[in-house]
């Protein structure tokens, strides 16, 4: 069983900085694009993040593009999702997600869609304070 377990969530001023963390359980995550979504209180899940599986494209969303970098380890078998300059409007509960597809070759601007991907985490909390 696949298992996605995000962690570095917490409480944060504006201007401050958090790193998230995707590990992953039953499965190598190194051939798998990864993505990470936002979902705030009331609101759809929105698109943050994505990097394909060699770690050789990202692509962000116009919102944090600049202030958030995506990036993975694979031989730790995680992927990382570094905030900066947070902002009152990133509060949300942060979600990762793995293809389940190994080595494809879509555009990552694909990867900005949930149905592209087959598994998710529980999600983390990331609260930023004005």
């Known amino acids: 069983q696949v298992q996605l377990a995000e962690s570095g969530g917490g409480l944060v001023q504006a201007g401050g900085s958090l790193r998230l963390s995707c590990t992953a359980s039953?499965?190598?995550?190194?051939?798998?694009?990864m993505g990470w979504f936002r979902q705030a209180p009331g609101k759809e899940r929105d698109f943050v993040a994505a990097i394909s599986w060699s770690g050789g494209s990202t692509y962000y969303a116009d919102s944090v593009k600049g202030r958030f970098t995506i990036s993975r380890d694979n031989a730790k078998n995680t992927v990382y999702l570094q905030m900066n300059s947070l902002k009152p409007e990133d509060t949300a509960v942060y979600y990762c997600?793995?293809?389940?597809?190994?080595?494809?070759?879509?555009?990552?601007?694909?990867?900005?869609?949930?149905?592209?991907?087959?598994?998710w985490g529980q999600g983390t909390q990331v609260t930023v304070s004005s």
């Open positions: 039953g499965r190598t995550l190194s051939n798998d694009a």
């Open positions: 997600a793995a293809e389940g597809r190994s080595r494809s070759r879509y555009p990552i601007t694909y990867y900005s869609t949930p149905r592209a991907y087959d598994y």
